[in-house]
């Protein structure tokens, strides 16, 4: 079987630079312990070999569609849902009181990138099922816990978010879905939602979905949402099921993740759709921001799951494909010897290790924020506020860096292939198609960067940036007492400074009330943001990396941890660099994308 991802990579991270077994000193997981976090892993990846991988390229050739008024996937859904029902997984965060294995979130973190490395089309099936029980088990009564939890913690039910519709996308204040009260404390439901993953599919009996409404007189915009339980089949009085006017009307086709069907759904066609609200009336769009932000992280997961096994694609392709011949001294090629594996040229050599960069920068810092929301959950109650602001400004960047750029690590991939990367022949044109929706799922990359620039970085009065900044400071010392490493503790250093220092910049049109002027490039900082970030992530590993090397302690060889100090190099030679050009561009003066009326420059 091919390979599709690295365990030591991944147990590195997770045990060595994260360090995950501080949280068992905590009393929510202290039943665990190093030996049961790796048997969790090992029986994750296990199932991921037989099952999941051998079917990702026929998921691919054999999509989700709508057919007779029924949406048709692939028969390893059934297995995969059983599979996860049975082993725990689909509340495998949750408290052991409503039946989960309070399993930490970077712990579940690590088994949702196995499966999504070996094939991302299946995860979702239970992701967001658990993620909309965890949403009833958080806010909704004991009513509605006790009717719907335990069915979708069995893989019986599935569940969803729905919050998009025809004409409000990321507008969440035009939602036009309507609920009136009914006598029986119900309400009446009327709309549509479109964009629904894993919304309907024949191997559950029963879909709950969690629905953003607006109640009939509430307030207009946001403040008037509210957050509804309605299932596609509610239930009778004596413990049965009818149908509840919720029908599904087609099934997106779409470019990647064609195996993982997304759907439109119309409620109340009938005018016989109840829904149940969850907790109070017009909070709905905060209930549901626990439910995307998880979300927002999961994203993040995929891509780099996505991104990796075509890194591992590309890596095996040129270490067998012989092509042309090294250069020798003088520049001169010898048409006399053999051939040589790509994989020798130093441009292919680039190309691969920026994929290696990107994607193992983007594990470390996924890892990185699911530990924060660990220490947020289960650490001393006078840090979790510390946590909570880490977790804040983290998010926006663990969903965008590993979609955008996991991206041009495929990109790189195919180029690595070459014209064979381009045919169905071997699997990069598909993780490519793949790819591309991790960019626009949960909010786009411009959605993103709105809520890291004119929300994350200001609030508190930037008390957010203000940890973050400790945080890499503190990998910095830890950096420089290595001589090897202190130019890059240096480089890092320097590129802080220069994120403040456009920070300060752009606040400068906040403060003015040019409020437009200070977002305007917000994508912008948030790609500068990003290399910061991911660039703090790998000199903590290449310092972890040298620890180990300097005091002998190896869990690994010497090659591993040598290529974890090499891929940092890298890293803060050809990405960090990039933070100069966008300091530059977001200090012009010129504000080219503002306009105050129509103009004909577009």
Known sequence: MAQYMDMDTLRFILHEVIDIKQLCAFERYQDYDKESFDIFLDSTKAYAD????????????????????????????????KHAAENGTIGATFDYE??????????????????????????????????????????????????????????????????????????????????????????????????ISGGDHEYCDNFVHLVLARIEGAPAGTKGISLFVIPKKRITND??????????????????QRGYCTTHLVFGEQNNCKGWLVGAPHQGL?????????????????????????????????????????????????????????????????????????????????????????????????EKEHYNNLLEILTPIAKTYPS????????????????????????????????????LYEGTTGIQSLDLLGRKVVMKNGEAMKLLTKEMITTIKAASNYEALQPYANQL??????????????????????????????????E?????????????????????LITNNMTYSADFYESKIHTMKFFFKYELPKISAAKETLMHSDALTIIEEATTVL
């Open 50 to 81: 037989k099952v999941m991988y051998p079917c990702f390229r026929e998921m691919d050739a054999q999509p989700a569609h709508f057919k007779d008024g029924k949406i048709i996937v692939h028969p390893v859904v059934e297995d995969y849902i």
């Open 528 to 548: 500068m943001m990003s290399n910061v970030v991911i660039a703090w992530q790998w000199l903590k590993m290449a310092t972890k990396a040298k620890t180990c």
């Open 404 to 439: 955008e750029m996991g991206r041009v690590s495929i990109n790189n991939g195919l180029q690595v292939l070459g014209g064979y990367g381009f045919c169905t022949d071997f699997p990069l044109q598909q993780y490519y198609r793949d790819v591309r929706i991790m960019a």
């Open 286 to 382: 905060r209930f549901m921001f626990q439910m995307m932000n998880s979300a927002r992280i999961e994203v993040g997961i995929t891509g780099t799951g996505v991104a990796t096994a075509a890194y591992y694609a590309s890596l095996q392709y040129a270490k067998e494909r012989p092509q042309g011949r090294r250069i020798q001294a003088g520049g001169i090629k010898n048409s006399n010897t053999a051939q040589t594996t790509i994989i020798n040229h130093p441009d292919v050599r680039r190309m691969l290790l920026l994929q290696k960069a990107i994607t193992e920068g983007s594990l470390a810092l996924l890892l990185q924020t699911a530990y924060y929301h660990d220490m947020e959950i289960a650490g001393p109650e006078a």
């Open 98 to 195: 409503v039946g989960g294995m309070q399993l930490p979130g970077s712990l579940y973190s690590c088994y949702s990138f196995i499966q999504h490395c070996a094939n991302n089309n299946l995860h979702g099936y239970s992701g967001l099922t658990g993620g909309a029980a965890n949403l009833i088990v958080t806010f909704g009564s004991q009513e509605l816990i006790d009717a719907y939890v335990p069915n979708m913690m069995a893989g019986k039910w599935g569940g969803t978010m729905c919050l998009t519709e025809p004409q409000a996308g990321s507008s969440l204040s035009d939602v036009k879905t309507s609920a009136k009260p009914n006598d029986d404390g119900s309400y009446q439901i009327t709309g549509q939602k479109i964009f």
């Open 239 to 256: 413990g049965g099921l009818e149908e509840n006017d919720v029908v599904t009307i087609a099934d997106f086709q779409k470019m990647g």
């Open 493 to 526: 250093k320097n590129a802080s400074k220069l994120v403040q220092e456009v920070v300060m910049h752009l606040i400068q049109y906040a403060m003015k009330g040019e409020n437009e002027r200070f977002i305007a490039d917000a994508t912008i900082f948030m």
